[in-house]
């Protein structure tokens, strides 16, 4: 029995030397290619395709969707900030003009400072009068008396007389 089993231990390992000889033997190795043993795939089920493609078309849309906000946003800030330009334009011109406001403000206050008013100038028209009406009075007592020193003067060359009327 014993030799039986030796026999078929033999007979196992010559089939297992010449298999793997021939397997691993040159000319088995140049062998043209019979075809390659395709792995099968295995078929993806309905509820993890869909699943699969629900969170692909999330996952673009909302990349989309993202996209198109972020350039709104971009849109949104440049008009801002024009905005924003146009404003500080404005601000600066309208300082501007109230500085140029205050100026002549200040101008006019101090014109109006050294400017007589209507009360001032009545009462320099008063003084003016006045002394216009003393100058006309003096002219005249002025006149009257060169008039009454000619009236002596011919009655002295008429007369001789030595009366001086003064």
């Known amino acids: 029995m014993a030799s039986i089993r030796c026999l078929s231990t033999v007979r196992t ?21 019979l075809g390659t043993v395709q792995v099968q795939k295995k078929p993806v089920g309905g509820f993890r395709g869909g699943i699969f493609g629900f969170l692909l078309g999330f996952s673009i849309a909302s990349s989309f ?9 971009q849109r949104a800030s440049a008009a801002l900030q024009a905005s924003v330009d146009t404003l500080q334009i404005s601000t600066e011109k309208i300082s501007a003009h109230v500085r140029r406001i205050e100026a002549v403000e200040k101008d006019l206050k101090a014109l109006s400072q050294a400017s007589a008013s ?16 003393g100058l006309h009075v003096e002219f005249l007592d002025l006149r009257s008396h060169v008039w ?19």
Not at 13 to 33: D, K
Not at 65 to 73: F, K, P, S, V
Not at 125 to 130: D, H, I, L, N, Y
């Open 13 to 33: 390992l010559s089939r297992a030397s010449q298999t793997r000889a021939l397997s691993t033997s040159l000319a088995v190795r140049e062998q043209a290619n």
């Open 65 to 73: 969707a993202a996209y198109h906000l972020l350039e709104e946003y």
């Open 118 to 133: 209507k009360e001032d100038i009545s009462k320099v028209r008063a003084e003016t009068k006045k002394l216009l009406d």
């Open 148 to 166: 009454g020193i000619q009236q002596d003067l011919q009655a002295l060359s008429k007369k001789n007389s030595t009366t001086v009327r003064i």
